[in-house]
């Protein structure tokens, strides 16, 4: 309901406005004051969208009450009423942004008229200022999904450079600080702390949150040019594990990696993330990568940390006869540098951990490794270390066995059938029963290309299809195939396409008015 106030001090001029406005636009509500003073008064507890003043009125002038009224509610729209015109009136109205303005006598027609024409203004405003909410709340519900992907694509895959340079700018994060991971681990059954997690994170500004698998939530951290690299992650380490309520808080843990220049990097981070992470019995329930404890120094040029980092990759590449050679290559540096061997068998327990997690981020739910028994020489730790692993890899080849061997066809096809919603990989994740992290090392290693570059490609030829109907605006291709901001799908556009759409379109209608005319 659009509501209107007048403003005279005569009485019968108020009336005989209400009942001329009443007749006229019977849907709005009017109310009354006979003064500028009360007015003002009644604008704060009534909240008008439009006010027709008297400029004359005994103690407050009526441009003086639209003055005063304007500067607290600037979307108050005004006309004037007035029993003379000047030009004094009309430049002072003007400044002072009044619509229009009535003299008195005036029929009711131009009444109505001159009214309605500034009440069809509120209503267009009201569908605009709408629509601008509703895009702004589309695109806040697609940047929520954009954001878990574009962390999956940088932790295990490449985002292609427009998707990064535009998805930066509109999750409204300077790309040009450092950037670190974070790993939180939650304990088996508090998975539902996943919202109140993203939550937090969403609250500090600080990074982008990445999609929930097994128990484990990888964060994407922008570094704080005004603190220092440890006191950002620590406080926003508390900050996480404030999450959890004092009973659900035992199991909770965050591995904290190193700061990096460059996105491109930020994968070597989140695998150091992990690594911090390792034992979560730890009394401190969280730890930087750079505190974790060093076995051993280098070896052929490499870290004992780089070691570790290459042998997480190994098992996700399903390397698992190489995966058994660096196990047990571990084992033999900790024998030949006299580790004590419960020292050692901790250690490998640990990397062992990491070996499930990164199956689990797979979609492999393998079961927890622990040791059966205290290793009494390093010869029974080879063994079940051994023993350990090759569970692993027994879980590993029955998972792979279960997936359907169109899986990837399958996870392709509802792509293109969908591409203009607002799927994510953790969309397909749950149609397939796969984790989205695997979906994006699988599609890239069986296709050959990106999930986001597809998904792209399909909406982009999509948008080609719908531009030769001249009846949709740009506008409405943008939204139709499912991107939610005209300038970011322009940007892509001109990225793929080397031309812009408006150029495209031009060109393709020119060429289809060529063959009409033939």
Known sequence: MIKLLIVDDEQIEREGLQAILQKGFPGIIIEQAKNGHIAIELTERFQPDLILMDIKMPGMSGLEAVE???????????????????????????????KDYLLKPSKAGEI??????????????????????FERDTLQRAL?????????????????????????????IKASNEKFAIIVLLPSGSEGYYSAVKSKVRQTGSGWVGALYGRQIPIIVFRDPEKSFRTQ???????????AKPAAGTGWFVGIGSPYDSLDQIRQSYQEAQIAAMDSTLPVKYRFFEDTPVLGVAKDGYSAKQLEKLFFEKIRLGEWNQVHTNLMEFIRRYENEGVDLLQAQQRMLELLWIASRVLLEMGVEAEMPLFSFQAQDYRQLYAESSLLLDRMRESFAEYYDRLEPDTIQQIKQ??????????????IGRRVGLSPFYISSMFKDQLGINYIDFLTECRIDRAKKLMGDPDRSLKEITFEVGYHDPNYFSKVFKKMCDVSPTEYRKTLLGKREKREVQ
Request: charged share 30%; glycine share 4%; no cysteine.
């Open 233 to 243: 992650a620590l406080t926003l380490a508390r900050e996480l594990l404030s999450v």
């Open 414 to 427: 509802f792509i293109i059938e969908h591409s203009h919603e607002d799927i994510s990989l953790e969309t």
């Open 112 to 133: 109505i008229a001159i009214v309605g024409k500034v009440l069809q203004e509120i209503e267009e405003e009201r569908k605009t200022l709408e629509m601008n909410r």
């Open 144 to 172: 929520q999904v954009v954001e878990t992907d574009v962390v999956t694509q940088l932790l295990f895959d490449h985002v292609h450079e427009v998707h990064l340079d535009e998805l930066v700018g509109l999750l409204g």
């Open 68 to 98: 005063r009224i304007s500067t607290e509610y600037p979307d108050i729209k005004f006309i004037m009423v007035t029993a003379y015109d000047s030009f004094d009136f009309a430049r002072k109205a003007i400044r002072l942004g009044v």
